[in-house]
């Protein structure tokens, strides 16, 4: 199977490659180029192109086409990027575990503001939760440690999800609904608009999903009924200015198998989370600018998993913060500060120690970007934290850049970190208050390369060493377990090389060694060793279609169980067309798993085939489905 795997992804990758010697006609519109501007990497505006770190974006225009139905789905595909999800949704109690180059210390922001859930260890980051993709202007992916900007929990990078908003005068609304089989239903409405200084959104989404069949055609027991809500009002102060208030809800239901897909006992659950944040952008000076954040997240759940019908996991969970950065800039000179504020808490947990238990953290940072020459520049930086449970922490970093010319820019980055354990890991029945925070220090290297007007490519390698790492021991109790080392890279290309044609395509190489003789490399098999991803798109006036390929190589699940070494690898293609028969109206179709691929997203234990009830740990990703739909935007 292994050699199967490798001379497709060698196959793809001649293929791909071999488009890029196409000479271009021109450049079709929305293409982003490395000339376009992202925010996350140094949390100011800046060319993508002279952002010396490895950021990642996913395009309105990609969500747009692609139809994807959360954020999960569309980060899913970004190199270096893995989702490990325990349903079909990522909707559900256990879900959404996210690992950056190989570390699940990721944070995870809307508009700049954290939402991380910090709680029980059933909730990870749920981000197939969060926001509506129809709200979404485009997600940007910071690939690397980022704690001075960032603080505890980015050692893996960040995820930063920026909303749409109104910028000229007048009204729009889209409809979008689509079937599919799988009992799977979707509708949509967003509506935004400006009229004089008053700018708004309002979205509300129903999901509905049934059992499915995996790739051996086997029944697995899955439902989802959500609902999602938001409604944004802004006011512009002039001058670059402007104040927000976003409120956004989210409610389901849903039932998985208690351990995997064979189970046929169910779980259920039902989740209710909503935000509310307020957010002051102001131009002070020419020179200066201010951002000023106020934000209350809150998730209540209730999940049997591993208990009866009657007995229920209950939770009540809430993150209260305030930010507030200034950006001075000059010629040559851009010098970022600001503090951030949070506190977690878990109000309602009925017979666990956790309840009424909380953290809270304050930082301040600094940052400063040099330009030294019109070629070189540095970028010191540093970031105190005081922990309510683990004190102080700070952590420097630095960056060199080398900006070649208008197309090439190297990059040289030290950047420390801390991971302060959240309270699922401190507290409760497998609780560990003497736990110690996770420490480490990224080193990287970077280029940022144009090609040509549609042809860019981006290259990273990293070494990342961390010391008191999160386990846990044979009781489930968390412990701290020595060191590690990971090392790995990533290439990517994209290339638009026709009007019509485009095409890109994406390696990552992790690699951390087995913290122990009875464990596998990445954190005993859980992560990939090698990940492929491509993608082909066409497109004319009226219609377009994308072909995307995402291929796993190595990743091997538990030392002590080597079935999972026979599903170690495998490929999965997705295909999605729109067609635009009226200036009004698109219809569109989605097919998941073209080939019927068998595979977990899961880096399970045991094989789907082990002895006993061990074969229902196994979680089957859905087989070949498809969906249909259709769209009016007026």
């Known amino acids: 199977m292994n050699q199967k795997i490798l001379t497709?992804?060698?196959?793809?990758?001649?293929?791909?490659?071999?488009?890029?010697?196409?000479?271009?006609?021109?450049?079709?519109?929305?293409?982003?180029?490395?000339?376009?501007?992202?925010?996350?990497?140094?949390?100011?505006?800046?060319?993508?192109?002279?952002?010396?770190?490895?950021?990642?974006?996913?395009?309105?225009?990609?969500?747009?086409?692609?139809?994807?139905?959360?954020?999960?789905?569309?980060?899913?595909?970004?190199?270096?990027?893995?989702?490990?999800?325990?349903?079909?949704?990522?909707?559900?109690?256990?879900?959404?575990q996210i690992y950056i180059n190989g570390s699940p210390n990721v944070v995870v922001l809307v508009d700049g503001m954290r939402r991380n859930t910090n709680g029980n260890f059933l909730m990870n980051n749920s981000i197939a939760e969060l926001v509506n993709v129809a709200s979404i202007d485009h997600i940007e992916v910071l690939k690397g440690?980022?704690?001075?900007?960032?603080?505890?929990?980015?050692?893996?990078?960040?995820?930063?999800?920026?909303?749409?908003?109104?910028?000229?005068?007048?009204?729009?609304?889209?409809?979008?609904?689509?079937?599919?089989?799988?009992?799977?239903?979707?509708?949509n409405l967003y509506n935004e608009g400006k009229s004089d200084k008053v700018f708004w959104?309002?979205?509300a989404g129903k999901e509905l999903a049934g059992d499915y069949k995996d790739g051996w055609g086997r029944k697995v027991i899955n439902h989802l009924n959500a609902e999602h809500y938001n409604v944004k009002l802004g006011y512009d102060l002039?001058?670059?200015?402007?104040?927000?208030?976003?409120?956004?809800?989210?409610?389901?239901?849903?039932?998985?198998?208690?351990?995997?897909?064979?189970?046929?006992?169910?779980?259920?659950?039902?989740?209710?989370?909503?935000?509310?944040?307020?957010?002051?952008?102001?131009?002070?000076?020419?020179?200066?600018?201010?951002?000023?954040?106020?934000?209350?997240?809150?998730?209540?759940?209730?999940?049997?998993?591993?208990?009866?019908?009657?007995?229920?996991?209950?939770?009540?969970?809430?993150?209260?913060?305030?930010?507030?950065?200034?950006?001075?800039?000059?010629?040559?000179?851009?010098?970022?500060?600001?503090?951030?504020?949070?506190?977690?808490?878990?109000?309602?947990?009925?017979?666990?120690?956790?309840?009424?238990?909380?953290?809270?953290?304050?930082?301040?940072?600094?940052?400063?970007?040099?330009?030294?020459?019109d070629q070189w520049n540095i970028t010191p930086g540093v970031r105190v934290d005081h922990h309510s449970m683990f004190g102080t922490h700070t952590?420097?970093?630095?960056?060199?850049?080398?900006?070649?010319?208008?197309?090439?820019?190297?990059?040289?980055?030290?950047?420390?970190?801390?991971?302060?354990?959240?309270?699922?890991?401190?507290?409760?029945i497998y609780g560990n208050p003497d736990l110690k925070p996770q420490e480490g220090n990224t080193i990287e290297f970077g280029v940022n390369h144009t090609f040509s007007d549609s042809f860019t490519g981006t290259f990273n390698i990293f070494h990342t060493h961390a010391k008191n790492l999160f386990g846990s021991d044979a009781a489930w109790k968390p412990i701290n377990t020595g060191k590690a080392n990971v090392n790995g890279f990533s290439l990517n290309l994209n290339k638009e090389f026709s009007q019509h044609w485009n095409t890109s395509i994406g390696y990552t190489f992790i690699h951390s060694p087995a913290t122990a003789e009875y464990y596998n490399?990445?954190?005993?098999?859980?992560?990939?060793?090698?990940t492929l991803n491509i993608n082909v798109g066409y497109q004319t006036d009226k219609f377009n279609a994308s072909l995307s390929g995402y291929g796993i190589m190595?990743?091997?699940?538990?030392?002590?169980?080597?079935?999972?070494?026979?599903?170690?690898?495998?490929?999965?293609?997705?295909?999605?067309?729109?067609?635009?028969?009226?200036?009004?109206?698109?219809?569109?179709?989605?097919?998941?798993?073209?080939?019927?691929q068998f595979y977990t997203d899961v880096g399970s234990s045991f094989g789907p085939n082990a002895a006993g009830n061990y074969s229902e740990q196994w979680y089957s990703a859905p087989g070949r489905n498809f969906e249909i739909g259709l769209q009016f935007q007026f």
């Open 201 to 203: 959104s309002v979205e």
């Open 238 to 373: 002039g001058n670059d200015s402007d104040i927000t208030l976003n409120y956004e809800k989210y409610k389901a239901n849903y039932t998985r198998p208690d351990q995997g897909s064979t189970s046929i006992i169910s779980d259920k659950g039902k989740k209710d989370n909503d935000s509310i944040s307020l957010q002051y952008k102001a131009r002070l000076s020419e020179k200066l600018t201010n951002q000023f954040s106020v934000y209350r997240n809150k998730t209540t759940f209730k999940d049997n998993y591993g208990k009866s019908a009657y007995d229920l996991w209950a939770m009540d969970m809430k993150t209260t913060g305030i930010s507030d950065q200034l950006t001075y800039t000059t010629n040559n000179q851009t010098l970022t500060g600001g503090v951030d504020w949070y506190k977690d808490e878990i109000p309602y947990y009925p017979g666990n120690d956790v309840e009424g238990q909380s953290t809270h953290n304050i930082a301040f940072y600094l940052q400063d970007k040099i330009d030294l020459t």
């Open 521 to 530: 490399i990445n954190n005993n098999g859980i992560i990939p060793e090698s």
């Open 145 to 187: 440690s980022a704690s001075t900007l960032y603080g505890s929990d980015a050692q893996g990078g960040v995820i930063n999800i920026i909303t749409k908003k109104a910028k000229e005068d007048g009204v729009s609304t889209t409809l979008r609904t689509s079937f599919g089989d799988n009992s799977k239903e979707s509708y």
């Open 554 to 596: 190595n990743r091997y699940g538990n030392k002590a169980n080597d079935e999972m070494r026979n599903y170690a690898n495998y490929w999965v293609w997705d295909l999605s067309a729109n067609y635009q028969f009226t200036k009004e109206a698109t219809l569109f179709a989605r097919v998941n798993n073209i080939f019927d």
């Open 8 to 96: 497709a992804s060698l196959a793809a990758l001649v293929l791909t490659t071999g488009a890029f010697s196409v000479q271009a006609e021109s450049t079709p519109p929305n293409f982003y180029s490395l000339n376009e501007v992202v925010v996350t990497a140094s949390r100011t505006p800046e060319k993508k192109i002279d952002a010396n770190a490895d950021v990642a974006v996913v395009t309105s225009k990609e969500i747009e086409e692609k139809h994807f139905d959360n954020v999960a789905q569309a980060v899913k595909n970004v190199p270096g990027v893995f989702i490990s999800s325990h349903g079909a949704s990522g909707q559900v109690g256990n879900s959404d």
């Open 395 to 428: 952590s420097p970093s630095v960056s060199i850049g080398y900006k070649q010319n208008d197309r090439t820019n190297y990059y040289l980055n030290y950047k420390s970190f801390f991971v302060a354990p959240n309270m699922s890991k401190l507290y409760g």
